[in-house]
């Protein structure tokens, strides 16, 4: 397959796999059916708080191997800001407690033995549960393979699982928690030490992105929605854009990297992640104080994560199902006045924009991860990719990538073979 490709989805599934293509030297097409690139992740002028915002807050970890690989390509790994160190700050916003866990670089948790560096109210025997969840048994959810209570659970086991698994936590997958941790806590911190986009989502992880694609001379064709693919017994035969046919020659093979609920309505036959997880974000203008943390984990509070950027302040809140249909200005006040206590900023509410998926992620449950296909397909030149295939991990930056760079080593190895 010297052909051309063609990339059905300019998320970054399928953003990575056009760039790892045509690093090859090989002839990519893009086909986006919305106005913008980025899928989830993407930013956006909003008018209700006069700034750039980004669609919601995405952490990556400098464990995230994809990811920085991606970024390294397009130009753009030093656009990702974060502490030297791996740490990270929490407040409870019931017992006013704050803490900065510090994790230790050498996978050995020497982190573990030091009261001053482990999570308070914590002592070394209660980490070794964790252990269990490093090789759990597929078909098990973490309540099934851990107590999910205790100080250790709910400072910290459960604010990570939420955020990774967008999911509460017992009821999430304990072969992708394991995952997490496996390429987390179990590193040390070399693989922990969070990094942000600063200037946003869409100026360090898109922009780049399709500058180099423009660059290498690969098309990006927005607003271009796949209304068919043509298939025939074994392969892809043409892709139907409703205005416009395309053709497949031979040599031509396709990655579809788009939705779920997309996919499986491409390929009726399809068996996909059918539930699915909320996320709600706040954004705030207005200038965080001088000793805001850039992350704050936060407990007890409709606050999950507090991020600070110049400007602005920004909230996420996973499994956030329960929010999706509450009044937004009440949601926005409810919200601020958690964020007020937080920062000791002014308790008027600031200009606010609250933004809500729907179906952000697919339902990290068991059953949800079982049903999860692999990239290849029964048509030799089409190809899945997206965090809601089988890469191993939730549905993460990091898996959306990996997903992208798998479709693309699986056609350019079809190549070589043909």
């Not at 989805?9 to 919305?34: F, K, N, P």
């Not at 656009?79 to 407040?91: D, M, N």
């Not at 068991?366 to 089409?382: E, M, S, Y």
């Amino acid at each position: 397959m010297s052909g051309t490709t063609h990339i059905v989805g300019a998320g970054l599934a399928g953003l990575s796999a056009a760039i790892r293509l045509t690093s090859q030297g090989r002839s990519v097409v893009v086909h986006e059916a919305t106005a913008f690139a980025g899928g989830r992740c993407r930013s956006y002028h909003d008018a209700s708080v006069g700034m750039t915002i980004d669609n919601g807050n995405h952490l990556l970890l400098s464990g995230n191997h994809a990811a920085l690989g991606y970024l390294r390509s397009i130009g753009a790994e030093a656009r990702l800001i974060g502490p030297s160190s791996a740490e990270f700050s929490f407040a409870d916003l019931v017992s006013g407690a704050h803490w900065t866990l510090r994790f230790n670089d050498g996978p050995i948790p020497f982190w573990v033995f030091d009261p001053k560096r482990r999570v308070p109210g914590t002592g070394v025997l209660d980490y070794l549960p964790l252990a269990r969840l490093l090789w759990a048994p597929s078909g098990k959810s973490v309540g099934e393979v851990i107590a999910c209570k205790g100080t250790l659970y709910e400072r910290l086991v459960e604010p990570l699982l939420l955020a990774a698994l967008n999911i509460d936590a017992p009821d999430g997958s304990a072969r992708l928690a394991g995952a997490i941790i496996r390429e987390t806590l179990a590193v040390g911190g070399r693989a922990c030490r969070p990094l942000i986009a600063r200037e946003g989502l869409g100026t360090t992880l898109i922009e780049p992105a399709l500058a180099h694609l423009q660059q290498r001379g690969a098309s990006v064709r927005m607003e271009h929605q796949l209304r068919t693919l043509r298939l025939a017994s074994e392969r892809v035969e043409a892709l139907d854009f409703g205005a416009e046919t395309v053709t497949l020659g031979a040599d031509d093979a396709v990655i579809l990297a788009v939705p779920p609920y997309i996919a499986s309505s491409l390929l009726r036959d399809l068996k996909v992640p059918s539930e699915f997880r909320a996320i709600v974000n706040a954004h705030f203008r207005i200038e965080p104080p001088p000793a805001q943390p850039p992350i704050l984990g936060v407990l007890n509070g409709t606050v999950q994560w507090l991020f600070a950027f110049p400007g602005r302040l920004s909230v996420t809140i996973s499994a956030g199902d329960r929010l999706i249909d509450a009044p937004r200005e009440e949601l926005a006040n409810k919200i601020w006045s958690e964020v007020a206590s937080l920062t000791g900023l002014p308790a008027a509410l600031p200009p606010w924009q609250i933004v809500r998926e729907r179906r952000a992620t697919f339902a990290a449950t068991p059953a949800q991860d079982a049903i999860r296909p692999g990239a290849v397909t029964k048509w030799r030149n089409l190809v899945l990719a997206g965090d809601w295939t089988d890469t191993g991990l939730p549905a993460t930056i990091e898996g959306a990538i990996r997903s992208g760079n798998r479709a693309a080593d699986i056609i350019a190895n079809q190549s070589k073979q043909s």
